[in-house]
């Protein structure tokens, strides 16, 4: 009987081990973005980590990777974070989806902005 016990339960941890978790707390997006660019050319690189700290500093080395120089934190966020960008105005946001995180960036930035990146730690 209790060898049963056991086997059900071992069973049930390895089930809960295969379910998918986010693997991390925190994410950032960082741009380079110079008044007068078109949002099609601005740069970026996306981290994630344990801590916004952490992501923001994964998210710098993306964003030099990528061949960018000048990057700057522009938005942290927990869950989804969103970048949007004119020639003259930019706008962020962050929430619970893409979708949500995507419309503050865009209401922030107001006029003729178009999304940059819009990322999840998902």
Same mark, same amino acid.
């Given at each position: 009987?209790?060898?049963?016990?056991?086997?059900?339960?071992?069973?049930?941890?390895?089930?809960?081990?295969?379910?998918?978790?986010?693997?991390?707390?925190?994410?950032?997006?960082?741009?380079?973005?110079?008044?007068?660019?078109?949002?099609?050319?601005? &740069?970026?690189?996306?981290?994630? %980590?344990?801590?916004?700290?952490?992501?923001?500093?994964?998210?710098?080395?993306?964003?030099?990777?990528? &061949?960018?120089?000048?990057?700057?934190?522009?938005?942290?966020?927990?869950?989804? %974070?969103?970048?949007?960008?004119?020639?003259?105005?930019? &706008?962020?946001?962050? %929430?619970?989806?893409?979708?949500?995180?995507?419309?503050?960036?865009?209401?922030?930035? %107001? &006029?003729?902005?178009?999304?940059?990146?819009?990322?999840?730690?998902?």
């Amino acid at each position: 009987m209790l060898r049963k016990i056991l086997i059900v339960a071992m069973a049930a941890l390895l089930q809960c081990a295969s379910l998918p978790i986010s693997a991390w707390a925190a994410g950032a997006i960082a741009v380079v973005d110079e008044e007068g660019a078109d949002p099609a050319d601005i &740069g970026y690189g996306v981290g994630y %980590g344990e801590n916004r700290d952490e992501a923001a500093k994964e998210a710098m080395a993306e964003c030099r990777k990528a &061949g960018n120089k000048g990057c700057k934190i522009a938005v942290r966020f927990d869950t989804c %974070g969103a970048y949007a960008a004119s020639k003259t105005h930019f &706008g962020v946001g962050w %929430g619970e989806s893409k979708a949500i995180a995507s419309s503050k960036a865009l209401a922030e930035c %107001g &006029g003729s902005c178009k999304l940059v990146v819009a990322d999840c730690d998902e």
